[in-house]
T-cell receptor, first 115, second 114 residues
Framework: DSGVTQTPKHLITATGQRVTLRCSPR?????VYWYQQSLDQGLQFLIQ???????AKGNILERFSAQQFPDLHSELNLSSLELGDSALYFC??????????????FGPGTRLLVL | GENVEQHPSTLSVQEGDSAVIKCTYS??????FPWYKQELGKGPQLIID?????GEKKDQRIAVTLNKTAKHFSLHITETQPEDSAVYFC?????????????FGAGTRLTVKP
């Protein structure tokens, strides 16, 4: 158990809908990362937040957005869902990236199925 | 930005044999190289990591080596066991002034046959 929690574990929805995935980082970790993993694919970096502010952006679609709240939990919002958005979405957290504490600890993931 | 290549994509070994997975990276400023193990239906789990000021690191049956000049690093698993079967990912991260996020390799599916 990494200490990172994600909810829900599974999510089934229809095309065109909007969903919100939630992540609570490890206690004391300031940075949160979101990744997408499609079937038999690698980990695609989406976005990083550090202490409430966006730090880095990867291959995140405009239909997707995220935020990190004052209590450091994060939410990933996926809208106008398409079949191709079906994937595993992972959240990871790290203590203080850039200060020698950049190890990322992954949550168990949210499996999203768009029908 | 950083680009990480990982080989092989699949690896099958007999129990007790060694397994080696290799990765190359493109950004010479990258300074942190973790390895993750992902079992079916679970999130990636950190198994070992190495920083650019170190050439080799060991933890029981697992070791990682880093060649900064050639920009490649490798994971070595000795005396493999069936429970080592999983997908392994390497990653590379640069310093903050480069604003480098963590870049992952495509993964290696390791199968250890009893």
């Amino acid at each position: 158990d990494s200490g990172v929690t994600q909810t829900p574990k599974h999510l089934i929805t229809a095309t065109g809908q909007r969903v919100t995935l939630r992540c609570s980082p490890r206690s004391g970790d300031l940075s949160v990362y979101w990744y997408q993993q499609s079937l038999d694919q690698g980990l695609q970096f989406l976005i990083q937040y550090y202490n409430g502010e966006e730090r880095a952006k990867g291959n995140i679609l405009e239909r997707f957005s995220a935020q990190q709240f004052p209590d450091l939990h994060s939410e990933l919002n996926l809208s106008s869902l398409e079949l191709g958005d079906s994937a595993l979405y992972f959240c990871a957290s790290s203590p203080r990236p850039g200060y020698g504490q950049e190890t990322q600890y992954f949550g168990p993931g949210t499996r999203l199925l768009v029908l | 930005g950083e680009n990480v290549e990982q080989h092989p994509s699949t690896l099958s070994v007999q129990e007790g044999d060694s397994a080696v997975i290799k990765c190359t990276y493109s950004d010479s400023a990258s300074n942190y190289f973790p390895w993750y193990k992902q079992e079916l239906g679970k999130g990636p789990q950190l198994i070992i990591d190495i920083r650019s000021n170190v050439g080799e690191k060991k933890d029981q049956r697992i070791a990682v080596t880093l060649n900064k000049t050639a920009k490649h690093f490798s994971l070595h698993i000795t005396e493999t066991q069936p429970e080592d079967s999983a997908v392994y990912f390497c990653a590379a991260k640069g310093p903050p002034y480069n604003n480098n996020d963590m870049r992952f390799g495509a993964g290696t599916r390791l199968t250890v046959k009893p």
